[in-house]
């Protein structure tokens, strides 16, 4: 029987948290990047067996000496940009058909690795603490996830995706079905890692708790996940729930049952509504107390007693229901703005090298489009 791997010794850990840095979108793909890659990966699997074994500790403080969770935030928000800017038009380009699609998987999968990490250490406030001034660009990303996770439990079931992840993705087709499966996974990633950001309220900047109310009215936004739950769903007469990384079929005598994801929900709400700072600065307007109010016909007793925390709740809903709280002070605060490794394309163009990822021959102006947008669009007018 093959021995359980345990965590990385001491000082191969410092070692990669030490090697950990910043990519340029353009590299994205490359040598360099790869290396990175690994060094995350190893971090990732590393900090699993740490926190199962209770000893996550040592990775925190390492991150947090270094200095490397702004790092880990800048990387996660490139790849975002580079998988919904790139590997679309990859996705469109009839003569791209390489041989093995796995180095775009591997882009694919490091965004999942970066938030499983960070869902890991972001349970302890030095870590939060640590993120400074990135905690916005975090807070900004996981609004986004969970944007489209309500969107998706409105239109399309989760449950009609592929649970088990392909063995070795073939074509850019299965790459695309792989995709969809892991923005699920990572999405509800990004849930916890917000409810552990909720915890902290008193390390955050200034602007992030009105980032989190007003700016993006996660409130509300909870209050959506809380109604359509969309890590579960009826599938032919049986109750099916994702945990763990895959669907399977809840029992009758275990419907009632609250699941983590529940109580990732249920714990961010209470964060930020039952906090006298949120209070203060909350828009208690008419649409967003309506909907807050949803929230009482899903406190039932067999809820709360899983959740006894949910009874303050309860009466701050019933307290809700009878009064018109009083708008928040219009005090003067200069809200801090995204980083720009956010939005990189919106005010100039960046070039963007996909040459690792290309086939060997490909059109000239194909390659142009994919560094230029600007570029394309000329292209198609003139054809």
């Known amino acids: 029987m093959a021995a359980v791997p345990g965590p990385l010794p001491p000082a191969e850990a410092e070692a990669l948290v030490r090697a950990l840095q ?12 790869l290396r990175q890659h690994e060094y995350v990966e190893k971090l990732n699997m590393h900090g699993i067996l740490s926190a199962s074994a209770g000893q996550e500790q040592l990775l925190t403080e390492l991150l947090v000496s270094h200095a490397k969770i702004p790092v880990l935030i800048g990387e996660l928000i490139s790849v975002e940009i580079w998988k919904h800017k790139i590997f679309p038009v990859l ?3 009839q003569d791209f058909k390489p041989r093995s699609t796995f180095p775009i998987y591997v882009v694919l999968h490091h965004e999942a690795s970066i938030i499983n990490l960070l869902e890991t250490v972001f349970f302890h406030k030095e870590i939060c603490e640590s993120a400074e001034d990135s905690i916005l660009d975090l807070i900004d990303y996981c609004h986004r996830k969970l944007t489209l996770l309500a969107a998706r439990s409105t239109t399309a079931p989760a449950a009609e995706l592929p649970a088990e992840p392909l063995a070795s993705p073939s074509s850019m087709q299965e790459l695309q079905k792989q995709a969809e499966v892991m923005e699920f996974e990572i999405s509800l990633k990004a849930l916890s890692v917000l409810r552990f950001i909720t915890d902290q309220l008193d390390s955050l900047p200034l602007s992030a708790l009105t ?21 579960s769903c009826w599938e032919a007469g049986k109750l099916k729930k994702f945990e763990n990384g895959t669907w399977h079929v809840v029992p009758p005598e275990d419907q009632v049952k609250m699941t983590k994801l529940d109580g990732q929900v249920w714990l961010a709400l209470l964060n930020l509504l039952l906090s006298p700072e949120c209070q203060r600065k909350y828009r208690f307007n008419g649409f ?24 303050e709740m309860q009466r701050f809903l019933s307290y809700l229901a009878v009064t018109d709280p009083a708008p928040p002070k219009k005090d003067l605060i200069l809200e801090q703005l995204s980083s720009g490794t956010m939005m990189p394309w919106k005010n100039r163009q960046v070039p963007i090298s996909v040459t690792p990822l290309l ?3 490909l059109p000239v102006a194909d390659v142009r489009a994919l560094s230029c947008p ?3 669009k000329q292209s198609h007018l003139k054809a």
């Open 288 to 311: 967003n107390k309506s909907q807050l109010l949803k929230l009482r016909a899903f406190l039932t007793d067999v809820l709360i007693d899983q959740l006894p925390n949910l009874v």
């Open 22 to 33: 910043g990519s340029e979108l353009r590299d994205i793909g490359g040598q360099g990047w």
């Open 211 to 231: 980032r989190m109310l007003n700016t993006h009215n996660l409130p509300c936004l909870l209050v959506e996940l809380v109604e359509h739950c969309p890590w």
């Open 359 to 361: 086939p060997a021959k």
């Open 91 to 93: 996705c469109r380009l």
């Open 374 to 376: 600007a570029v394309a």
